[in-house]
């Protein structure tokens, strides 16, 4: 049923899914991708024989609309999703959607959905959420011949609840494999993560930290978010590994250390050396930062600034961030678009 708008409570949104007015469908066929339009549908249908059903052909995204003071809506560089979505298309075999028109189709969505982008001052953003489906009858493995590209659209509140630290363990299981599908954003690397994270929920902690899947002995990151930490001598450390997502965040706050006066270093972090770390985070859209409180790995727990306060390295980028998101800083790297 579609979400009407007055049944909302701004300040109190979850990370839900809420049917709104307008979608975005695009669909390739007969080896072109045919013009896509707002739709008012927001299903798919499709055949029980489809690939992405049996064989996980699936790409996806996640970025966000964000409500500035004065009245206009911020895109945070949407280009560098449609640019990522095209690399996890080309290493699932699928036909790659467009760039201009990802973009053109993430603001008309937007648009048309204006009403649902939460107020200025909440915290809360409209969370959209592109994927690409391969929809063909195939019984035999083999790549689609058609695809559905398609865009929704949800208001979500800030993630979690805010700049808190939360424990996190380490999974002895791995979410891609070496040389896998580690670096596109696809359905499968999620399905492999879920394990791993109902076990890390049960056990009390907040989700858990993937290590490198060839000699679990490097960190690569959680189960939807990159990882950094912060040395006592100003170092922003991000691991560099072939088996993780490049998160958007991430790209950004490694400029944002840099011009903050840190040293941005990526490279392989051996997990030993998690203990030199003073502050520790997770980075990816949906909370921008998740600061990580404490580590937990073979019974011994490392903590890092503090169990219930977020570091000042970690508040200062989180805050020069969203500022930049929501309008609120001077964007000097030209990250956001204003959706018209
Ligand atoms: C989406 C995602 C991230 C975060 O990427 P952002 O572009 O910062 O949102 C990190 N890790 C994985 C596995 C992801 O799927």
Not at 260 to 282: I, K, T, W
Request: proline share 6%; glycine share 8%.
């Amino acid at each position: 049923m579609k979400e009407k708008v007055e049944n909302l409570d701004w300040n109190n949104l979850g990370f839900e899914y809420h049917d709104l007015p307008y979608d975005f469908e695009a669909k390739y066929k007969d080896g072109e991708w045919q013009p896509g339009e707002l739709t008012t549908r927001s299903s798919v249908e499709l055949s029980v024989a489809a690939e992405v059903l049996h064989y996980g052909q699936e790409v996806f995204e996640g970025l966000k609309a964000y409500r500035r003071k004065d009245g206009k809506i911020n895109l945070f560089r949407p280009e560098l999703n449609a640019e990522r979505m095209v690399d996890s298309a080309e290493r699932m075999m699928m036909v790659p959607y467009p760039v201009d028109a990802f973009v053109d189709a993430v603001k008309q969505v937007v648009k048309a959905n204006e009403e649902f982008v939460p107020p200025y001052g909440t915290g809360a953003s409209l969370y959209l959420r592109p994927f690409m489906i391969g929809t063909s009858s195939v019984v035999g493995v083999t790549p689609a011949t058609d695809y559905t590209f398609h865009i929704y659209a949800t208001p979500v509140g800030a993630y979690v609840n805010g700049l808190n630290p939360s424990p996190y363990t380490v999974s002895e299981y791995d979410r891609a494999s070496y040389a896998g599908t580690g670096q596109a954003k696809t359905s499968g690397n999620y399905a492999s993560s879920l394990f791993s994270s109902a076990k890390a929920h049960q056990e009390g902690y907040a989700d858990c930290l993937f290590l490198d899947p060839r000699e679990h002995k490097y960190v690569d990151e959680f189960g939807g978010a990159n990882f950094f930490g912060i040395t006592k001598e100003g170092q922003f450390v991000t691991p560099k590994s072939e088996s993780i997502l490049p998160s958007i965040t991430k790209r950004s706050l490694l400029q944002l250390a840099k011009d903050q006066g840190l040293d941005p270093v990526e490279r392989p972090v051996p997990f030993d050396e998690v203990d030199q770390f003073a502050e520790a985070g997770a980075m990816g859209t949906a909370a921008v930062i998740s600061p990580v409180g404490s580590l937990t790995y073979e019974g011994k727990k490392h903590v890092f600034y503090s169990e219930t306060e977020a570091g000042p390295v970690t508040t200062k980028l989180y805050n020069e961030l969203v500022g930049i998101q929501y309008g609120d800083r001077p964007d000097p790297y030209n990250w956001t678009q204003t959706v018209d």
